[in-house]
DNA sequence: CCGAAACAACTGGTCTGACCAGTACACTTG
DNA sequence: CAAGTGTACTGGTCAGACCAGTTGTTTCGG
């Protein structure tokens, strides 16, 4: 693999990108932290001793990467940021948007996220988020016979107060990231049929046993019907040759 | 929430903020497809009727997002790129790494999609797949005298080649960056302490049972097998009064 | 004495125009 | 026709300038 030299192949590296290296380590081991300030434009100009156009472009990768914040007249320069999920969610929206990943891949993926997240919720939840989940099965209900916007948006909260008691930040995101994807794809699938009344009555009826299973604080049992739940919806949009992994995410052991 | 004059709340869109909103728009509807050229920073500033500095930010971020990839002298242009993981993956990692996450958080993640991904992987995988992780057993087995280095580097390969048989690569992005985060996570806790003997002959203990349960196609052992190795490799890290969701998630129904 | 308006000294956002070191491709030349 | 040479581009960087916005201070009017 490699000679015995240790030399490794190089690539140039341009002025920008050592610049974002260097903020980025030092964001990274603490020396900076979120709340604090870089220095100037100017100043840092001077520190790097390049341009102010380079300053600039290392900046703009460090913002789009939603590591600072610049705005314009702020005599304190340049926001270190609280890192947030944003990029994260944008990064694998894109990434299923590309194609690269295959419908079947994400509802697999979103089973699994959902399952546990259920599951964890079930253990985790406070009283004030069963009360959550609850207003917003009932907004479900009362919503079914008016516009499915009002009722889609409930549903969207039921799940994400779901993730929330989960107390997993991490499932939350990527099953955030995964849903909203999902839902993209399915739309463009089918030209955003909106919800039926039949598929809005089932979706309730899901909803209210999982958020039976939460507050009976039966982990096994929400995991489970939320998984055969994910299945049900998505599982006829699947190419038949790919269904096979789903059917045994459904039922893990036995 | 909003005005009956649906007004909204407006932020001053940079200039090549607009321009990177373009780019990415037509990339996302297919006008521009990977391989395809972009015109030169010199014609962009045309088009858009700005400044090169400004097209230059506008690429920077493109760039730093994955989407592009600009080579000095390249007369063709920049180049759209095939959608990657890449970026995906730092996000991640630096969401955990910045300690928005917890330790148990990304355990419990990891449980998941480890044995989720043994599952699919005992369903999905190749003859040459197997092949692949019978190889990476083997050598962990014969370095186990030797250096722990190339013990564990078997090791991740071992996993790398499962996350690849699950055909999931939503998962084994996912499974890739929590490993890393974790690993990071605990070097940073104990110093580093390289992998005793006794601890290389459990691992290979562990990954040998998986891949029996991969090799005979049983999906549900695989991933329960996966799971449990997992919280019994971490558990003891966890504070205990976080550690009740990791038990709930190793046994998933009954 | 105190509040409000004007100011000054910064900030980031953008532009112009320039130079250099690369690359690709056509053009010579043997 | 092959090999070497040129040239016209490319992106990377720099310098210096202007504008619009923010902030903290200073001044001025009550």
């Not at 220095?39 to 990768?61: H, I, K, N, Q, Y």
């Not at 989960?166 to 839902?183: E, K, P, T, Y």
């Not at 993209?184 to 089918?190: E, F, G, H, P, S």
């Not at 309730?204 to 019907?225: K, P």
Request: aromatic residues 4%; charged residues 25%.
């Amino acid at each position: 693999m490699t000679d015995k030299t240790g030399f490794v192949a190089v690539k140039p590296v341009r002025a920008y990108e050592a610049i974002v290296e260097q903020i980025e380590q030092a964001i990274a081991t603490r020396q900076l932290n979120p709340g604090d300030r870089l220095p100037s434009e100017r100043d840092l100009m001077g520190t790097f001793a390049v341009s102010r156009a380079t300053v600039r472009e290392a900046l703009r990768v460090l913002e789009s990467g939603g590591l600072v914040r610049s705005r314009p007249g702020d005599p304190r320069g340049p926001e270190i940021l609280q890192a947030s999920p944003a990029t994260l969610h944008k990064a694998m929206n894109r990434l299923v948007r590309s194609g690269t990943i295959k419908l079947s891949e994400l509802v697999e993926f979103r089973v699994m996220l959902e399952g546990a997240s259920c599951t964890l919720a079930a253990e985790h939840r406070t009283p004030e988020q069963l009360e959550e989940m609850r207003a917003a099965v009932e907004a479900m209900e009362s919503s079914i016979a008016g516009g499915s916007a009002v009722f889609s948006q409930a549903d969207v909260d039921f799940h994400a107060t779901v993730w929330e008691a989960s107390h997993n930040q991490l499932m939350q995101i990527c099953g955030d990231a995964a849903r909203g994807a999902l839902v993209d794809l399915v739309n463009d699938r089918i030209d955003s049929a909106p919800d039926s009344g039949a598929q809005m009555k089932l979706s309730l009826a899901h909803d209210y046993e999982i958020f039976n299973a939460i507050e009976a604080q039966d982990g096994a049992r929400a995991g489970q019907l939320a998984r055969t739940f994910v299945i049900e919806y998505y599982g006829e949009m699947i190419e038949h040759g790919d269904r096979n992994g789903l059917a045994l995410l459904g039922v893990p052991s036995e």
